[in-house]
Nanobody, 124 residues
C-alpha cells in the first residue's frame, strides 16, 4: 500500500514536500517514482529514486524537485520548490520492483503499485 500525504494549498513561489509511506512491500527492493496529472492533461512522469538513492528527474520539473527516501521508514519524499500555478495537479507515488541501480523515464504501466494521489493546488 502506498499512501501519499503533504498535499494542499500553497502560494506560488512556495515549496512543498510530499511524502509517500509504503507498507506491505520490501521497500528497499522497489524503485519509487512520482507522477502527476493536471486537470485535462495527460499523466506525466516526474522522476524516480532507486533503493540506493540514485535519482532521475524528468523535465519539466528538473531543477525544481528533489527526491529522497528513507529505507528505514519505508518512505519516499518529493520536494518541489518555486511552485507555479501550473504545478497544480494530483501527485502520485508509485513503485516498481527492481534491483536496477537506476532507471530512466518510466510510464504509468511500468510501475507495479500506485498510490491514490494527493492534490496540490498552487494559487497565484
Amino acid at each position: 500500500q502506498l499512501v501519499e500525504s503533504g498535499g494542499g494549498l500553497v502560494q506560488a513561489g512556495g515549496s512543498l514536500r510530499l511524502s509517500c509511506a509504503v507498507s506491505g512491500l520490501s521497500f528497499s527492493n522497489y524503485y519509487m517514482g512520482w507522477f502527476r496529472q493536471s486537470q485535462g492533461k495527460e499523466r506525466e512522469y516526474l522522476g524516480g529514486i532507486s533503493w540506493n538513492g540514485n535519482v532521475y528527474y524528468k523535465e519539466p520539473l528538473r531543477g525544481r524537485i528533489a527526491l529522497s527516501r528513507d529505507n528505514a521508514k519505508s518512505t519516499v519524499y518529493l520536494q518541489i520548490d518555486s511552485l507555479k500555478p501550473e504545478d497544480t495537479a494530483v501527485y502520485y507515488c508509485t513503485a516498481r520492483h527492481t534491483s536496477a541501480p537506476t532507471l530512466g523515464s518510466l510510464s504509468w504501466s511500468d510501475m507495479d503499485y500506485w498510490g491514490a494521489g494527493t492534490l496540490v493546488t498552487v494559487s497565484s
